[in-house]
């Protein structure tokens, strides 16, 4: 019994890797898309309703307590691996803090030779 080698060149080789490599590419871009899609399409469905989660505070790795706003009640509950438990009511304006309400960081739009020579002026002399 023969057996034939089949050899392949370098060439039929290289578009081998060329075309797994597209194919990887065309999947990935389909992956982030379908994501980015299917992340607006879940946004849409919460956005504007009366039930909204304010705060959440983790207490053990299955343990939270939840601010969580009901129209214009804000409700903390204890949430459990089996159970939800109501703490107590409260409303807006007893929170401290409200997400709406947070103030950003002002932008600093510094290039970095800015920041660099703000870096050496700091550094002790020799």
Do not use: H
Not at 42 to 54: E, T
């Amino acid at each position: 019994m023969k057996m034939a080698a089949i050899g392949t060149s370098g060439w039929e080789s290289f578009f081998q890797l060329i075309g797994v490599l597209l194919i990887f590419v065309f999947v990935l871009g389909l992956t982030y898309f379908c994501t980015r899609w299917i992340a607006r399409y879940q946004k849409g469905i919460s956005a504007n309703k009366n039930i909204r989660v304010i705060e959440t505070y983790r207490i053990t790795n299955n343990k939270f307590i939840q601010i969580v706003g009901v129209g214009k009640v804000c409700l903390v509950i204890a949430v459990c691996k089996d159970t939800v438990t109501l703490l107590c009511e409260m409303t807006e304006e007893e929170l401290a803090w409200l997400p709406e309400n947070d103030v950003q960081p002002p932008v600093v739009n510094e290039n970095f030779q800015e920041i660099l020579r703000k870096l050496k002026e700091r550094l002790p002399r020799k």
